[in-house]
């Protein structure tokens, strides 16, 4: 069909011999590149399989490339109805657009037969892409510009696995370092290439040479002008040749044999070379009757001169493959060198070590006396002494804890951009020690330690308040289970046996949210209680709320936006359940003093609004999420807005979100990263505002998942710099002299066999006898195909999600046969087109109850 994407397909079975392509160029329109919108016109340059594009021709042939694409490694799409081409190389997807049908159809034909000769040539030559480090050159028209190639996107991907993992984590560079370089020292194919060429270059100039004296001689013999000049053309001044008039050879003569004969230095003046290429390609197109007069010349005099122009020829060739070769090469270092440069000094690392194997002393003793503590606890048998133990614990943790702290980030702070992950290694063996009940207490003491600027009296305000917010939770009658799990009733499956590409290759282009897809791919959660992880560090707003200096309070609002991307890191291999039209979910966690509810509101196109309360803060937001898929990557490009109040200052923040993307798809390896920006204004007050640009992942940079921001007054002027990573910190200051904002909590004992889920996250789907009778029967944790999936039950959970879409249709036909529109019940959609809370669901909840209400059936 025209109206659907066609997946190009690539080699199959056996080699085959294909005949080589036909060069084509020409100009496409290209769709700008992410922040920017629209579609710019780009010359395109395809060759051997390897597509290159630049402003305009001139620009490809000097070198001067914006991109370059693989095509045979890459998965390409089609679009009849649009004219539209999509190259997805997994680090980047290329959007490309044709005006013409006719040259859509050529474009189409010419990339078919590149990427099948390309396909095949890798199939045949595999040692020319086994280079870890550097993608192979595969074009010798133009100096050599990095393709994407599968082998680099590998160790790209091998290098983020790996970017925060610990313990072998300290000697990992030192061995990818050696075993690259190694890589490149060891193929030398291309230096005794280079070799090769320029040794045959001393052999056409010799013969060159000799050509020109029997030339000299001829041409004395016919009494014509004598040829010195000629004869030293390739060592002396271009502007001598000019000053020399010869009958025998016409203008056009001496042009050519000037930029023919005048050989450029390769490693002085290389831009030289690239000037004379228009003058030497249209050499063999010179019609004989300009390369001499023939009344005046013989035909043996003739045939020396075409000798000489084919020589010359020769000559140009060979120093442009020599050319390309030492400029790959030079590049090739100068990566090398680069990456040496951004690798951690062995001192630092030396350093980080001592550091490690102190903290891993330290909290050996902190164990052994948080053992004593709480043996002493169960002796007690009194409510008060029994109440004081916590408090214990607290107190030791947090001396014990100084010192490690300090410690540590002393020694790390010189080099925090660079490690950020080897330093909270030490951290986290210290953190994983304390209590969950002791989380919030112990990441202030850990702020406090590590800020210059946080005093330990607003730390105790800030303990005080949090201890009142949730009193006044557990006297309004709402009340949760102290005693959370730490692990969900059976692991997640094995989903190594199901074909993604067989589902999927039918919807390159398309909207995901619309297909079906097996239940083994979801994880035992839904989008409303994704939704909710937002608010697992909800103690940033709470700091937010007490703070009176509004740029500080804007940094505690930053660092909370960035920590609700934290949980996606160890969850790209799953997707969340789809919400029914209507299902509901809500979390009320007295520890934590908010209270959460949400409800799908609309069901084409699926959209989910929330909102959370607490004495100290007010969130909501309704989001809409485009999931589309392009061959190899998967985008999520959300829709809407975060709203967070801070009732104490009358602040309103409001902020975007950023485009998540989930690479390798198709492969087991998968891995996500967000890119984009996030403006954080305050509705109420212009006095300031944030901007946090999440950095897309660069082809050779290992530095992934970064982010950098900034908080500036009305005027633009930086008032505070913020950096780190989303998955595990955010700083603010700089390198030298900062301060840590929020860290990402330690993940769960196993957590890869609990579908990557933070202990958060575990907690979201429990459901204990305490709440059962007070939640609508529309509740998420109702839902029986999540319930059977986290029991491990995948075949009854296949058939009840089929049942439970099934039973959405039907509702959805009725209400179109009867021209009615699905109304939430807890939101309202407001004047700018967003959902927020109509007030009902608390009030509801306490009087009558939900229980005594009647509730839709949605499964």
């Given at each position: 069909?025209?109206?659907?994407?066609?997946?190009?397909?690539?080699?199959?079975?056996?080699?085959?011999?294909?005949?080589?392509?036909?060069k084509?160029?020409?100009c496409?329109?290209?769709?700008?590149?992410?922040?920017l919108?629209g579609?710019?016109?780009?010359?395109?340059f395809?060759?051997?399989?390897?597509?290159?594009?630049?402003?305009?021709?001139?620009?490809?042939?000097?070198g001067k490339?914006?991109?370059?694409?693989?095509?045979?490694l890459?998965?390409?799409?089609?679009?009849?109805?649009?004219?539209?081409?999509d190259?997805?190389?997994?680090?980047?997807?290329?959007?490309?657009?044709?005006?013409?049908?006719e040259?859509?159809?050529?474009?189409?034909?010419?990339?078919?037969?590149?990427?099948?000769?390309?396909?095949?040539?890798?199939?045949?030559?595999?040692?020319?892409?086994?280079?870890i480090?550097?993608?192979?050159?595969?074009?010798?028209?133009?100096?050599?510009?990095f393709?994407?190639?599968?082998?680099?996107r590998?160790?790209?991907?091998?290098?983020?696995?790996?970017?925060?993992?610990?313990?072998?984590?300290?000697?990992?560079?030192?061995?990818?370092?050696?075993?690259?370089?190694?890589?490149?020292?060891?193929?030398?194919?291309?230096?005794?290439?280079?070799?090769?060429?320029?040794?045959?270059?001393?052999?056409?100039?010799?013969?060159?040479?000799?050509?020109?004296?029997?030339?000299?001689?001829?041409?004395?013999?016919?009494?014509?002008?004598?040829?010195?000049?000629?004869?030293?053309?390739?060592?002396?001044?271009?502007?001598?040749?000019?000053?020399?008039?010869?009958?025998?050879?016409?203008?056009?003569?001496?042009?050519?044999?000037?930029?023919?004969l005048?050989?450029?230095?390769?490693?002085?003046?290389?831009?030289?070379?690239h000037?004379?290429?228009?003058?030497?390609?249209?050499?063999?197109?010179?019609?004989?009757?300009?390369?001499?007069?023939?009344?005046?010349?013989?035909?043996?005099?003739?045939?020396?001169?075409?000798?000489?122009?084919?020589?010359?020829?020769?000559?140009?060739?060979?120093?442009?493959?020599?050319?390309?070769?030492?400029?790959?090469?030079?590049?090739?270092?100068?990566?090398?060198?680069?990456?040496d440069?951004?690798?951690?000094?062995?001192?630092?690392?030396?350093?980080?070590?001592?550091?490690?194997?102190?903290?891993?002393?330290?909290?050996?003793?902190?164990?052994?006396?948080?053992?004593?503590?709480?043996?002493?606890?169960?002796?007690?048998?009194?409510?008060?002494?029994?109440?004081?133990?916590?408090?214990?614990?607290?107190?030791?943790?947090?001396?014990?804890?100084?010192?490690?702290?300090?410690?540590?980030?002393?020694?790390?702070?010189?080099?925090?951009?660079?490690?950020?992950?080897?330093?909270?290694?030490?951290?986290?063996?210290?953190?994983?020690?304390?209590?969950?009940?002791?989380?919030?207490?112990?990441?202030?003491?850990?702020?406090s330690?590590?800020?210059?600027?946080?005093?330990?009296?607003?730390?105790?305000?800030?303990?005080e308040?949090?201890?009142?917010?949730?009193?006044?939770?557990?006297?309004?009658?709402?009340?949760?289970?102290?005693?959370?799990?730490?692990?969900?009733?059976?692991?997640?499956?094995?989903?190594?046996?199901?074909?993604?590409?067989?589902?999927?290759?039918?919807?390159?282009?398309?909207?995901?949210?619309?297909?079906?897809?097996?239940?083994?791919?979801?994880?035992?959660?839904?989008?409303?209680?994704?939704?909710?992880?937002e608010?697992?560090?909800?103690?940033l707003?709470?700091?937010?709320?007490?703070?009176p200096?509004?740029f500080?309070?804007?940094?505690?609002?930053?660092?909370?936006?960035?920590?609700?991307?934290?949980?996606?890191?160890?969850?790209?291999?799953?997707?969340?359940?789809?919400?029914?039209?209507?299902?509901?979910?809500?979390?009320?966690?007295?520890?934590?003093?908010?209270?959460?509810?949400?409800?799908?509101?609309?069901?084409?196109?699926?959209?989910?609004?929330?909102?959370?309360?607490?004495?100290?803060?007010?969130?909501?937001?309704?989001?809409?999420?485009?999931?589309?898929?392009?061959?190899?990557?998967?985008?999520?490009?959300?829709?809407?807005?975060?709203?967070?109040?801070?009732?104490?200052?009358?602040?309103?923040?409001?902020?975007?979100?950023?485009?998540?993307?989930?690479?390798?798809?198709?492969?087991?390896?998968?891995?996500?990263?967000?890119?984009?920006?996030?403006?954080?204004?305050?509705?109420?007050?212009?006095?300031?505002?944030?901007?946090?640009?999440?950095?897309?992942?660069?082809?050779?940079?290992?530095?992934?998942?970064?982010i950098?921001?900034?908080?500036?007054?009305?005027?633009?002027?930086?008032?505070?710099?913020?950096?780190?990573?989303?998955?595990?910190?955010?700083?603010?200051?700089?390198?030298?002299?900062?301060?840590?904002?929020?860290?990402?909590?330690?993940?769960?004992?196993?957590?890869?066999?609990?579908?990557?889920?933070?202990?958060?996250?575990?907690?979201?789907?429990?459901?204990?006898?305490?709440?059962?009778?007070?939640?609508?029967?529309?509740?998420?944790?109702?839902?029986?195909?999540?319930?059977?999936?986290?029991?491990?039950?995948?075949?009854?959970?296949?058939?009840?999600?089929?049942?439970?879409?099934?039973?959405?249709?039907?509702?959805?036909?009725?209400?179109?046969?009867?021209?009615?529109?699905?109304?939430?019940?807890?939101?309202?959609?407001?004047?700018?087109?967003?959902?927020?809370?109509?007030?009902?669901?608390?009030?509801?909840?306490?009087?009558?109850?939900?229980?005594?209400?009647?509730?839709?059936?949605?499964?």
């Amino acid at each position: 069909k025209q109206d659907s994407w066609e997946i190009v397909e690539g080699l199959r079975g056996a080699m085959n011999c294909t005949q080589e392509p036909q060069k084509q160029e020409g100009c496409l329109l290209k769709k700008r590149k992410w922040p920017l919108k629209g579609w710019h016109k780009r010359y395109f340059f395809l060759d051997r399989g390897i597509l290159k594009y630049s402003k305009c021709r001139a620009d490809i042939e000097r070198g001067k490339l914006h991109g370059c694409i693989d095509v045979g490694l890459s998965v390409m799409s089609v679009k009849k109805s649009t004219k539209c081409i999509d190259l997805d190389t997994e680090e980047q997807i290329y959007h490309l657009k044709v005006k013409s049908q006719e040259l859509f159809d050529e474009w189409v034909a010419k990339l078919r037969h590149h990427r099948m000769y390309r396909q095949n040539e890798i199939s045949m030559f595999p040692h020319d892409t086994n280079n870890i480090f550097f993608p192979a050159s595969t074009t010798t028209d133009s100096v050599p510009a990095f393709c994407d190639s599968a082998p680099g996107r590998k160790a790209g991907s091998l290098t983020k696995q790996n970017s925060t993992s610990t313990g072998g984590n300290l000697s990992f560079s030192f061995s990818s370092n050696e075993s690259r370089i190694s890589s490149w020292l060891q193929s030398s194919e291309d230096m005794e290439k280079c070799s090769r060429d320029l040794s045959n270059c001393h052999t056409y100039l010799l013969e060159m040479n000799q050509l020109l004296q029997s030339m000299d001689v001829l041409h004395r013999t016919y009494s014509a002008p004598a040829i010195n000049a000629m004869q030293v053309g390739p060592f002396e001044s271009p502007k001598k040749e000019k000053r020399t008039h010869r009958r025998w050879r016409s203008r056009v003569v001496g042009k050519e044999a000037k930029g023919m004969l005048q050989v450029p230095s390769v490693f002085s003046a290389p831009m030289r070379l690239h000037a004379s290429n228009p003058n030497l390609s249209t050499i063999d197109f010179v019609e004989e009757k300009n390369y001499s007069d023939g009344s005046e010349t013989s035909s043996e005099f003739t045939k020396m001169q075409e000798d000489l122009f084919h020589v010359a020829h020769k000559v140009y060739f060979t120093l442009r493959s020599a050319f390309s070769t030492i400029s790959t090469e030079r590049e090739k270092l100068k990566q090398m060198l680069e990456y040496d440069a951004s690798s951690s000094p062995s001192a630092q690392i030396v350093g980080l070590k001592n550091a490690l194997t102190s903290a891993i002393a330290q909290n050996t003793d902190l164990k052994d006396r948080l053992r004593r503590i709480h043996a002493e606890s169960k002796i007690i048998d009194s409510a008060s002494n029994a109440k004081a133990s916590p408090d214990l614990v607290k107190e030791n943790s947090r001396e014990e804890g100084r010192g490690l702290v300090h410690q540590v980030s002393n020694e790390s702070r010189l080099s925090i951009a660079d490690s950020l992950t080897e330093f909270f290694d030490a951290q986290e063996v210290l953190l994983s020690a304390s209590s969950s009940e002791n989380e919030v207490s112990d990441d202030d003491s850990y702020v406090s330690d590590i800020s210059d600027n946080v005093s330990e009296d607003n730390l105790s305000n800030d303990i005080e308040n949090e201890r009142q917010t949730l009193d006044g939770i557990s006297e309004s009658g709402i009340g949760c289970n102290s005693k959370r799990r730490t692990c969900l009733p059976a692991p997640c499956p094995n989903t190594s046996n199901i074909s993604l590409w067989n589902i999927l290759r039918n919807n390159i282009g398309k909207d995901l949210s619309k297909v079906a897809m097996p239940v083994e791919l979801n994880e035992p959660l839904n989008t409303l209680q994704r939704l909710c992880e937002e608010l697992e560090y909800s103690e940033l707003l709470d700091k937010a709320a007490h703070t009176p200096n509004p740029f500080e309070r804007m940094v505690y609002i930053a660092a909370f936006a960035v920590s609700a991307y934290a949980s996606s890191y160890y969850r790209a291999g799953s997707k969340p359940f789809n919400p029914v039209l209507g299902e509901t979910y809500e979390c009320i966690r007295e520890d934590k003093g908010f209270q959460f509810f949400a409800e799908q509101v609309f069901h084409h196109p699926p959209i989910s609004a929330c909102h959370a309360e607490s004495v100290n803060f007010a969130f909501w937001q309704d989001v809409r999420w485009k999931n589309k898929f392009w061959g190899k990557s998967m985008e999520i490009v959300p829709v809407g807005t975060t709203h967070v109040t801070l009732p104490a200052f009358n602040d309103h923040f409001a902020w975007n979100k950023v485009t998540s993307c989930i690479h390798n798809i198709l492969s087991g390896q998968r891995w996500i990263e967000h890119y984009g920006e996030i403006i954080i204004k305050n509705l109420n007050d212009d006095m300031c505002h944030c901007k946090l640009t999440f950095i897309k992942a660069k082809y050779w940079n290992p530095n992934a998942h970064e982010i950098e921001g900034s908080v500036m007054d009305k005027s633009g002027k930086v008032v505070h710099r913020l950096f780190g990573k989303w998955h595990e910190s955010l700083y603010c200051g700089t390198t030298s002299s900062s301060n840590c904002i929020w860290r990402a909590n330690p993940m769960p004992k196993d957590y890869e066999q609990w579908y990557g889920f933070t202990q958060f996250a575990l907690e979201l789907n429990e459901l204990d006898p305490q709440t059962r009778s007070l939640l609508p029967s529309t509740d998420t944790r109702f839902r029986p195909d999540q319930r059977f999936l986290e029991e491990g039950n995948i075949e009854g959970a296949e058939i009840q999600k089929q049942r439970i879409e099934q039973l959405q249709r039907e509702r959805r036909k009725v209400l179109e046969e009867n021209n009615l529109e699905h109304q939430p019940r807890f939101f309202r959609k407001s004047s700018d087109d967003s959902w927020v809370s109509n007030g009902t669901y608390m009030d509801l909840r306490k009087e009558p109850g939900f229980i005594k209400l009647d509730n839709p059936v949605l499964w």
